[in-house]
């Protein structure tokens, strides 16, 4: 099973910046999208950005111009830059990796729970921004 590990996220105030930093422990698809989730105060889990190998993006909505995904591959790692962060992006953020045979995160409805069975979660980092 592949293990992810977390770091970067702390508390910040509004405006402020955060990057977070996830490490694979083993080198498990060369093809397959790298992703990071959410999970908001009393709110289901949502997909917050996405990338794939050859460099294509998936951002959402709430974070699209403020949030901006990396990799290197190389060291198994993906990144998440954080700017201009409001108090609605105070959420644990999990970095997540398909279960092969997949490629690709899941998309969509994930559950109330960054715990769908489709992805390898991480254990997660807590981000809070304060008005």
């Known amino acids: 099973e592949v293990r992810l590990v977390e770091s970067g996220g702390g508390s910040v105030a509004e405006g402020e910046s955060l990057r977070l930093s996830c490490t694979a422990s083993?080198?498990?698809?060369?093809?397959?999208?790298m992703a990071w989730y959410r999970q908001r105060p009393g709110s289901a889990c949502e997909l917050v950005s996405s990338i794939s190998r050859d460099g294509s993006t998936y951002y959402g909505e709430s974070v699209e111009g403020r949030f901006t995904i990396s990799q290197d591959r190389d060291q198994n790692t993906v990144l998440l830059q954080m700017t201009n962060l409001k108090p609605e992006d105070t959420a644990i953020y999990y970095c997540?990796?398909?279960?092969?045979?997949?490629?690709?995160?899941?998309?969509?409805?994930?559950?109330?729970?960054?715990?769908?069975?489709?992805?390898?979660w991480g254990q997660g980092t807590q981000v809070i921004v304060s008005s």
């Open positions: 083993e080198y498990y698809s060369d093809d397959a999208e």
């Open positions: 997540a990796v398909p279960v092969p045979p997949s490629r690709n995160v899941a998309y969509g409805w994930i559950g109330n729970r960054c715990d769908d069975t489709w992805n390898y």
